[in-house]
C-alpha cells in the first residue's frame, strides 16, 4: 500500500478527520495469511485497539473545535502506533508500549486545556471538570541540577 504524501490524503474519506483504519500490534496481512492469529494474538490485537482508540478519543474531545490539532493529532497518533506494529503480542515492549498509550490518553484528557482567543485578542483557558486537581510541578532550580 503506497503511504500518503500529504495529510489531506491520509486523513481523507475518513470520520472526523481520522484515518480510516487504526493501527494494532496485529502482524501483517502477508503474515495473517500464512497462519492464523492465536488466542494471545487476539487478544493483544484487541488491547492495542483498545488503546489506540482511546488515544484518539482523548484529542478528538480536547481538540474540540480545532481542526488542525484533531487532524495533526491524529496523523501523530497513528505514526506512533504504526512505530510498534511490529512489536511481539505479549513482549515486555509491547507492554511498554500500550502503558504509554494509556499514560498518554490520560495524560491529554486531564493535563491539556484548549485555549480559545476572545474578542480582545487574548486568549481564555476554560478547564473542565476533569482537570480539578490536575497539577503539574514546576521544575525548580533544584530539580533542574538533579537531572544534569
Known sequence: MERPSSLLQATSGSLHGYPKWPPTLVPSRRQRASRPLCSREMAAAAEGLAAYRAVLRAARRTFAGDQLMLKESAVEIRRRFEDHRGLAPGSDEAARALAD??????????????????????FVVKPESVHAGATLEVPSEEILSKLK
Not at 486545556?113 to 480582545?120: D, E, F, I, L, N
Open 101 to 122: 498509550a494509556r499514560e498518554a490518553a490520560h495524560f491529554i484528557t486531564h493535563m491539556i486545556v484548549q485555549a480559545t482567543r476572545a474578542p480582545s485578542g487574548s
